[in-house]
């Protein structure tokens, strides 16, 4: 008896210490079945690749500003309208033309984010749309090399005019890269000193219409120069809206928009100024077309988003400025589609 005794607690008995372990297959099925699942959920689905993707990709689309867009569109667009009615369009200047003004535009949007982050005039929360740098999304020096790269892009683009128009665009060629960057920076930023509208006048309404207008035809007239400022207007009503929503945002860190000088009060009224001498500009064309009831239906359509701007404030005025945006392609699509050559 006692030698049983000892032997079933002895401690150096470790069989009958040790616990005895399964080494049958019976639980070796389930266990493949759980890892096969974790590794199901780990391995990426193209559902979760693609959404990936958009989530890298979405900063970058919301710095674009896509719904500006249309502004330097317009231009050229309308540019082309009167090589149309000229009868001297070209499918080769008008194509080279869009893209450089559409790679410009983008390029000064993303100095205009990359160069307000770093002169501390963006905060995060602001009004308007999400900034990328501002809020983390984007790194100042990827947004930095995509300036430096879509500026290089349309430089190359406009290089290619060169043959078609003559050396002499090489200058204003860096007239028009240099004035997409001073309008953000520089010794003396453009946006920063109530000159964001009068640089949107001149270089998306007056140059790209006359450009692309002679670049086709060779000429230039009057009602070129005149349309060129119509287009400027309608497009600087963009920038008022901009402007008007951000007020406040940019009245607190010292950035010195038109609507912080003259009054966020003043913004609708002058937007309502700009439509109506723009469509005063181009009547007699329009008259002279057949077609004179264009500019007033315009003109009431920006009276319209004028009086809404008086009933908004904040994000709620994003639409509106996709909405400018909208009206001034709708006017150069129709320019384009005149049935009658303009006087």
Known sequence: ????????????????A?????????????????????????????????????????????????????????????????????????WIPFTLCLLFALLAQIASNFANEYFDFAAGLDRPGREGPRRGVTEGDISPRSMLGATVGTLALACLVGLALVPIGGLWLLPLGIVIAAAAIAYSTGPWPLSRHGLGEVAVIIFFGIIPVWLTSWLQTRQC????????IAVGLLAANVLIVNNYRDASDDRAVGKHTLAVILGPATMPWLYLLDGLLAMALVYPQWSAAGLPLVPPAIAAVAAAIAWLMTRRSGSRLTPLLGLTAMLLLLYSLLFLLLPQPVA
Do not use: D
């Not at 030698?3 to 470790?14: A, F, K, L, S």
């Not at 989530?55 to 540019?79: C, D, F, H, Q």
């Not at 007239?221 to 060129?228: F, K, M, N, P, T």
């Open 1 to 16: 008896m006692r030698t049983i005794q000892q032997r079933r607690i002895h401690p150096c008995n470790n069989q009958a």
């Open 18 to 90: 040790a616990p005895r372990r399964s080494t049958g297959p019976t639980h070796t099925p389930r266990r493949h079945e759980m890892l096969r699942h974790r590794r199901q959920r780990q391995r990426p689905t193209p559902q979760s690749i693609r959404q990936r993707q958009m989530n890298t990709l979405k900063p970058w689309i919301e710095a674009m500003r896509l719904r500006t867009l249309p502004v330097s569109t317009a231009g050229v667009i309308t540019g082309t309208a009167y090589a149309v009615h000229a009868g001297s369009f070209a």
């Open 221 to 228: 007239s009057a009602e070129v120069i005149l349309g060129g």
